[in-house]
Each structure stands twice: as C-alpha cells, then as structure tokens.
C-alpha cells in the first residue's frame, strides 16, 4: 500500500467497543474493552480493517483474549495489549503505553509481534486489506435476574455495564465489564445508583486500572467488589455470579461482608439472609 492509501486509513481510538458503528467499515479501530468474545462479535461485524484491545489479563478460559481466534476466523488482524502495560478502559493510555502481549495469524502475518508497541501495531495494521463484510451468528449481551435467597428480590446479571436500567436503582448488579474506569472518568463508574455492583478485575494490571470503579462508588455511597479474573470468565455476568471470587472490595461493600477470598454468592447470599425482612 503506498503512502497516500495509508494516510488515508482511518484510525479509530475509542475506549469501549460499544461505541463502535457500520461508520467505521475499514478502519482499524484500537479500543480499550477487554478482549473477550463480544468485542470480537462487534468488530467483525463493523467490518473493520484490524483491531486492537486489552487483554484483560487472559482470565479464566482465555476469555480475556477470545477475540484473536474469532477475528481471525473472518481473516480481521487483531492483537491484545498487555494488561500491564496501559490502563484497561483508556484508550489515550493504551496508545501511549501499550505493548502487545499477543495477535491472531492474520496480525503475524502482517509483522505484529508480542513486545512491539501499540503505536507501531497500528501503523502496521493500516497497511492491512480491507475485509470482506462478515455476517457472523449472534453473539449476544445477556441481562438475567438470578434468585440467591428465597424471599429477596432477585440480583442483576448483566453480561456488560452497558445493558444496566434506570430501574436497577436500589438493586444489586452483576456484571460481567472490567472493573476499570472508561475513559478515567468517575462519573462512568455506573450508570445508575444501584446498592451493589461487582465487575471482573481483569487482572488488576498497571496503575491497578482493574479496579478503578470501586473507590468512586464508594464515594458514591454504593458497595462494589472485583472478581478475580482467574475465577470468573470476563464478559459473562453469570459466571461472576456463580464463579467469582472477590478479590478487592471498597468500603461500603466491607461493610456489607465482602472480603478478598470469599465466594461472591455466598457473601451475598449470607448479606440477603442477614437483611431478609
């Protein structure tokens, strides 16, 4: 490709995948969501160039990093940074700092290599052909209630942050999102003023990004905990329900029983028994 095609190619740096659109068909599209097999499902479906994202620390099942095996089954280049090298959920930091941990065969193909940096992944990733348009089956966000304790009200599973209602206010909030901050910003901490709310810690990582939501919650008089990556796939609310194992917590949720350690469920379902009325 010559230098004027390659000047020509968009690049599209966005801190979650979510805001990814039909517009950006052909660019290559660095965004700092995890890796995970949503991420893949959007990507592929926008018809982009290449993408980069975080790789969320791997986790439980590799679901950190999902994304490398289903991109490249559509033949879309797609690479990770490392968790330890720039701040999940801020994509400013990811271009700045991030180094790649890992890329699909399609990305090799195309010189990317663990250990090159974000900036030299993208510039490589520009010079890549455009993909034909792909129609990939459904990989679809989930919101379920699960009852923990007869005669409570049910928790909120949500696969993502995103899927979270104005009428979750008051309720307990599961979700399978990273724990850190979109963008840095506090106030993106969580939509709505739900009593409880859990995330996965994608692997702590630098700056402990993967826990960035916890402190502002609990300005925010709302209880929140991580989930060890290891225990719980990212991405999936269920699984940080019935899997996760808290791995950090802020004051508010202290006070509620959480400890790093402690099942999620059971210091739940012991809180609900405590509060039943």
Request: proline share 3%; hydrophobic share 45%; with cysteine.
């Amino acid at each position: 490709m010559d230098e004027q095609a390659l000047a020509a190619v968009e690049i599209r740096a966005i801190n979650s995948i979510n805001h990814i659109s039909e517009s950006d068909r052909g660019a290559v599209v660095v965004a700092s969501s995890h890796g995970g097999l949503y991420s893949a499902y959007k990507a592929v479906t926008a018809g982009v160039r290449a993408v980069i994202l975080s790789d969320a620390g791997g986790g439980l099942e590799d679901a950190g990093i999902a994304s490398l095996e289903f991109c490249g089954s559509y033949g879309i280049p797609a690479a990770v940074v490392s968790h330890m090298s720039a701040r999940i959920g801020d994509v400013a930091d990811m271009r700045a700092r991030g180094i790649i941990s890992k890329a699909n065969a399609a990305a090799g193909a195309l010189g990317i290599v663990a250990g090159m940096t974000c900036s030299q992944a993208i510039s490589l990733f520009a010079a890549a052909p455009p993909t034909a348009p792909a129609t990939p089956g459904e990989v679809a966000e989930t919101r379920h209630e699960e009852l923990l304790v007869e005669g409570t009200a049910p928790v909120i599973c949500i696969d993502s942050a995103s899927l979270i209602r104005d009428e979750d206010a008051g309720r307990i909030v599961i979700t399978g999102s990273h724990g850190g901050l979109i963008g840095g910003d506090p106030a993106k901490a969580i939509n709505v003023a739900c009593a409880f709310a859990a995330f996965n810690d994608a692997g702590v990582g630098i700056d402990e990004a993967g826990t960035g939501r916890l402190k502002p919650l609990d300005e925010r008089g709302i209880a929140a905990v991580t989930v060890g990556h290891m225990s719980a796939r990212i991405g999936d609310g269920r699984s940080t329900l019935r899997q996760g194992i808290i791995t950090h917590a802020n004051a508010a949720a202290i006070a509620m029983g959480a400890r790093p350690g402690v099942a999620l469920s059971e210091m739940l379902s012991a809180w609900l028994v405590a509060n039943r009325n």
